[in-house]
């Protein structure tokens, strides 16, 4: 390694030049950075380590940043790498934002010494310094590496410079200059105000004096304003408890409206252009809480308790709880159900599909595509192990205890043609619901909402960066994510001028609390509008940020027995709360001069921006973007004026339905043959979800309904696939077969005059993500599939003879029979279930992500008859020159056979109670 030519330049500015001094000492940086790397340095430190009661520090990121610009327009960057040694760099963000800007490595020097000092102060036990250290760089490396996969990149070098945010708050003068290419939407602070919030703090640190204490993370009285602060949730409390009414709701509303300006909205005011009238000429409460929804908080997140008395609140309201992605209880949709009160209208398809069966989505009346989260997108759902009950994990097809970690992706969407291809599966296998997609407030939103109005979706949901529970990463809830006040004005101002926003409803969440915030909502777009963390505090959370741990002391968000009993809240306090909600807006109408929310939706230009007020960092934020006009002309409409966006595509499983009808009925098994080209997409489904409204999962007796095709099938063949039915292939199918599949059996076979069969050669026969989220049933491939195969199979047995990359990614039950070669990456996130892999070249354990899941070869009885037999049954439903060969000289394929498990057994028994598990129910369906 050779030596490096090094110089230091001190990031300070003289505290007696007032904060005109900023920029002038950002100039005179920049100079001596281009006169640094002119005299031959190819590394550069930027220090504020020599800052006094003289010189005041610059911060580190706007430093490094201009520094990072002035050398790139100067021709220079590429002859010199910056280090920052920094003294406000502590936590995740203010690393990853260094790197994205310019910074090649970064010491922050301060939060060392602190916890040096810290260590000698006994605050961390028995821990020796350097392991103190070590954690603290590992914590910070791996925050890094989230950050970074969030946004789809893989390396450092990558990620460096690539300033992949947006700026919130800051004017077009800092951006132009220190920043360029940043998006930033709303202006803000400029030199001036950044310099004079450095000299105050300056002044407090010298002389030393009593620093304020902050607040930023956790709530301090005096300190940093939490929305939902104690005296917040308190009040609301006051409103739906006992004795709570209009006062108390007023109260409640007053505080929340009176707060420091906290969100984009309370720097927004109502200007009418007609008179006030009664609030009896407005529409009725029944017509405003019908919009409204409560947050995808999951069963596994709350409590049973909690979640289900949302959802009779709900149903009570006219308005729609949401599943999250735990999927639901059977007994509150089935249509025998005992607590059908408890039904939630609202099913939502997450990426990790827990839950996501036949019977589920056929009964919603609206299905939720998640794509991401308003308060951490990005991330896919995270649920501990310790919360995963044997309750929890019967509603998610797991074993109990398993940590639950969804993909930060769907992985049947990887462009908006996969999205629709989603809508267009969910709307098949139940015609009856509207498809909602959920995005998240970010620049291009409008334009992604496009895509999903031209998808076919019903409904696009707008969610912003506020709310969140308690278990979501604290670097998410503080840094990610970004005002739905900004998402919902850009996809308005998009769908209009695109003569799309006619065909969908909006919808828009994040941290809503009165009936001022839907007001706004409305006005800049939304037609519904969602309430999850004060949902909560209505039934009782008091915000004390345990969720993740398990330890909610008032039972909302536990799954532990003592604590759930804890519990005191009611449905009707969520109704008391939305009811209130709805008549503030009812009041704030009437005042207005309207009479229907439908008559404010898309009216920007009701509201006006507040003027400043005085001394306050806001005070320069223009909000002339978010409240331009949609449509100056008023000719486009503003909101949806159809009831659902359907493409009218014919499907082949009407004839099929048609045909079948009698055995659907429960009367003799039918055998009907078909032609199948790869425009029939989602065969199957549509049938699978008519048993399912009849039958639930429990679907038909086997062999009731057995369909053969000839050809090539389209995307998510036997998508969702319900017992009692059999489909046999005979050609080729596209992507995402048996995606969702919860029973039946699928065969795929090439022709017997295939020129490939008995030749060896590994023929592809089904593409992508097979099996995605499949709960049950059966699944037997002659040839090889594409990547991903077994992706988040969480109880599916199948025989492929040759899968791709990834796969049996996320897998959390089921059995996988490989007869062949496997791709990269096999078993990553593997949590549960089992995967038997033939290695003939003995190279499989190179392909095989370990940091889950282990080897071990095929020697227990159970874990070979189970082997056996699924390959046996393999022959029999394919006739498989392979799975022939493999029996045939069973003695010597056997050693070859790899058994891939999770290291660490969640359960008693380990895998082998996998393993008893799915030959029982074999030995079952075979006696049959």
Known sequence: ???????????????????????????????????????????????????????????????????????????????????????????????????????????????????????????????????????????????????????????????????????????????????????????????????????????????????????????????????????????????????????????????????????????????????????????????????????????????????????????????????????????????????????????????????????????????????????????????????????????????????????????????????????????????????????????????????????????????????????????????????????????QQVLVANDLRGRVRLRSDGGMHTGRDVIVAAMLGAEEYGFGTSAMIAVGCKMARQCHINTCPVGVATQREDLRAKYFGTPEMVVKYLTHVGEEVRAILAELGYQRLDDVIGRAELLKQLPPEGGKRGDRIDLANVLAPADPSGLEPRHSIQDRNDRGEPLLDDTIIDDVRSAIMGGPPERRSYEIRNTDRTVGARLSGEIAVRYGNDGLPEGSIELDFQGSAGQSFGAFLSSGMRLHLVGEANDYVAKGMNGGEIVVRPPDDAGFVGTGTEAVLVGNTVLYGATGGHLFVAGSAGERFAVRNSGARAVVEGVGDHGCEYMTDGVIVILGRTGRNFGAGMSDGIAYVLDEEGDFRTRVNQELVGLEQVTTPDAIELLEMLIRRHLEMTGSPRARHILDQWRQYLPKFWKVAPKFALTEGGPMTVVRRHLEGLRAQTAV
């Open 1 to 491: 390694m050779g030596t490096f030519a090094l110089t230091t330049l001190h990031a300070r500015f003289a505290a007696s030049e007032g904060p005109g001094g900023l920029r002038a000492a950002l100039d005179d940086l920049c100079a001596a950075a281009e006169m640094a790397v002119d005299e031959g340095h190819d590394v550069i430190v930027i220090s504020d380590r020599l800052c006094d009661e003289q010189w005041a520090p610059i911060p580190m990121l706007l430093a490094v940043s201009t520094v990072h610009h002035h050398l790139i327009r100067t021709g220079r960057r590429m002859r010199t790498s910056l280090v920052a040694e920094a003294g406000d760099a502590r936590d995740v963000h203010h690393f990853a934002c260094l790197i994205g800007f310019g910074a090649s490595a970064v010491n922050p020097y301060l939060a060392f010494e602190t916890l040096r000092d810290l260590t000698h102060e006994g605050e961390f036990g028995e821990v020796e310094l350097d392991q103190v250290m070590r954690q603290y760089q590992q914590a910070v490396d791996a925050g890094i590496l989230k950050v970074m996969s969030k946004m789809g990149i893989s390396a450092v070098s990558s990620y460096h410079g690539s300033q992949i945010f947006e700026a919130l708050g800051i004017s077009d003068e800092v951006i132009g200059r220190s920043f360029p290419g940043t998006t930033s939407r709303i202006a803000g602070v400029t030199y001036d105000d950044i310099g004079r919030d450095i000299l105050d703090r300056h002044a407090r640190a010298y002389p030393e004096a009593e620093l304020p204490r902050g607040g930023w993370y956790k709530y301090r009285r005096d300190g940093d304003y939490h929305a939902f602060e104690p005296k917040v949730w308190r009040a609301l409390h006051k409103v739906v408890q006992d004795g709570g009414g209009e006062a108390e709701y007023r109260e409640y509303s007053e505080l929340v409206h009176s707060r420091p300006r906290t969100a984009l909205r309370d720097a927004l005011g109502f200007q009418s252009d007609r008179d006030p009238i009664d609030v009896s000429m407005v529409e009725p409460i029944g017509d405003v809480t019908r919009r409204f929804n409560t947050g995808a908080m999951s069963l596994g997140a709350l409590s049973r308790e909690a979640h289900e008395d949302i959802a009779r609140a709900m149903n009570v309201l006219g308005g729609r709880s949401n599943t999250g992605e735990g999927g639901e209880d059977p007994r509150r949709y089935s249509p025998d159900g005992d607590l059908r009160d408890a039904n939630s209208r609202v099913k939502q398809v997450a990426s990790g599909r827990f839950g996501v069966t036949p019977a589920y989505l056929a009964a919603a009346d609206e299905l939720e595509i998640k794509i991401a989260q308003g308060s951490k997108p990005g991330e896919g759902g995270q649920l501990p192990g310790h919360k995963v009950s044997t309750y929890i994990a019967s509603m998610r097809h797991v074993m109990e205890g398993t940590p639950l970690i969804s993909p930060p992706p769907h992985h049947d969407i990887y462009s908006i043609e996969d999205l629709a291809q989603l809508i267009f599966d969910l709307k098949a296998v139940n015609p009856r619901a509207r498809i909602c997609v959920k995005l998240v407030a970010a620049e291009g939103v409008g334009t992604i909402a496009a895509g999903v109005a031209k998808g076919y979706a019903d409904i696009i949901q707008i969610s912003g960066h506020d709310g969140g529970t308690g278990a979501s990463p604290w670097s998410s809830i503080k840094y990610a994510g970004a005002p739905w006040e900004l998402g919902l004005a850009e996809t």
